[in-house]
């Protein structure tokens, strides 16, 4: 079976720190770039991170100095590390594929092809 399988998520303290999993099976996504989306209650999907099959990663501008996009291939894995977590990053976190090698800009979410279930983020006191 196809498919990604989003963890990690979970609630956390303003300023703490969350790790997110993506681990995808029944493909390799060695050669694929692997984004994650986010999307807060009543508000559009939008893309925040980003990484290419040779590892160059982007970022939107509000995760900047926060947020890590790394890949471990043989793990078949995509990792997001989320540090200085703010109550605004409170969402439902998606990784998704654009099926091919390089992550497309903007980082829309018409622009994916496969996505995962999601996984809760929540960032409150």
């Known amino acids: 079976q196809v498919q990604f399988v989003e963890s990690g998520g979970g609630l956390v303290q303003p300023g703490g720190s969350l790790r997110l999993s993506c681990a995808a099976s029944?493909?390799?996504?060695?050669?694929?770039?692997i984004a994650w989306f986010r999307q807060a209650p009543g508000k559009e999907r939008e893309g925040v991170s980003c990484?290419?099959?040779?590892?160059?990663?982007y970022y939107t501008d509000s995760v900047k100095g926060r947020f890590t996009i790394s890949r471990d291939n043989a793990k078949n894995t995509v990792y997001l590390q989320m540090d200085s977590l703010k109550p605004e990053d409170t969402a439902v976190y998606y990784c998704?594929?654009?099926?091919?090698?390089?992550?497309?800009?903007?980082?829309?979410?018409?622009?994916?092809?496969?996505w995962g279930q999601g996984t809760q983020v929540t960032v409150s006191s």
């Open positions: 990484i290419n099959s040779d590892r160059s990663t």
């Open positions: 029944g493909f390799t996504l060695s050669y694929l770039g």
């Open positions: 998704a594929t654009p099926a091919r090698a390089n992550c497309p800009h903007p980082l829309e979410p018409s622009t994916q092809s496969f």
